[in-house]
């Protein structure tokens, strides 16, 4: 089979000509759309102050996203509760702690990051066992990441401060797209939302992570293409050595 059309479950990157995927398009004479399939909506301080939690409370926020932040100082804003400079933050990734200089200044001594993974995260957070930690997150995320503060007998509490949901995506008409990439079981979940008759034939389906692999199995579709690999440690070169090997067997 030919591919011809992608259809790539995330927001369009700022110069598309640039990025990898204008690369992978110019090499093998795709047409390589983008299409948000989730759309992120915060809880309301009404739905929020539901929950009991006094964010004044805590000593330290644990922040696995970029959406983690926003939220959290949104929602801290419409509950008028100041901020402490003493605050201390532990963040994923050292994207997402620069991310917090929108917010905060940013200092080392209250800012924390990891590499990527919670894994790495944790092992900063064990050193401060001391503090009293929060958990933003979405109403969907990893079971995992509070069994792991509870591993380590961490005084947290986890609480929901946005939503995922998924996109409109009527406009599209998805049998015309030869492969679909998606990046989280929640673009899986919006395809069959969206077109709940949905049947995969011929089109190839791609993703990233393991956790997203295995919602698209467990949807009942095939898996063409997984990443990250060893040799394929992005999306795209995923795609481009799947292409090639599909060339070979021509």
């Known amino acids: 089979m030919k591919i011809k059309n992608i259809l790539v479950s995330q927001p369009e990157p700022a110069d ?5 995927y204008g690369e992978l398009a110019k090499n093998h004479n795709l047409n390589i759309e983008f299409n948000k399939f989730i759309k992120v909506e915060g809880i309301s301080s009404k739905e929020f102050r539901q929950n009991r939690i006094q964010l004044l409370d805590f000593t330290a926020i644990i922040f696995t996203s970029r959406n983690a932040v926003d939220h959290f100082f949104r929602l801290a804003k419409d509950l008028r509760a100041e901020i402490p400079d003493s605050m201390k933050y532990f963040c994923i990734s050292e994207s997402t702690a620069f991310y917090l200089q929108k917010y905060v200044q940013y200092r080392k001594r209250k800012i924390f990051h990891g590499k990527q993974s919670f ?4 092992e900063l957070i064990k050193k401060h066992k001391d503090e009293k930690y929060l958990l933003p997150c979405s109403d969907i995320h ?5 069994k792991q503060m509870e591993d380590n007998n961490i005084n947290f509490r ?11 995506l009527s406009h599209l008409e998805i049998e015309g797209y030869d492969m679909l990439i998606f990046f989280s079981p929640s673009g899986v979940k919006s395809l069959f939302k969206n077109f709940p008759k949905f049947e995969q034939n011929s089109t190839l389906i791609a993703a990233f992570g393991p956790t997203t692999s295995k919602a698209v199995k467990e949807a009942g579709l095939n898996l063409d293409v997984a990443a990250p690999t060893k040799t394929a440690p992005s999306m795209t070169m995923a795609i481009e050595q799947y292409i090639q090997k599909m060339n070979k067997k021509k």
């Open 158 to 168: 986890k609480a929901v401060f946005y939503k995922t949901l998924a996109s409109d």
């Open 16 to 20: 598309i000509e640039k990025s990898p």
């Open 119 to 122: 894994e790495q995260l944790m």
């Open 142 to 146: 990893k079971a995992s990441m509070a």
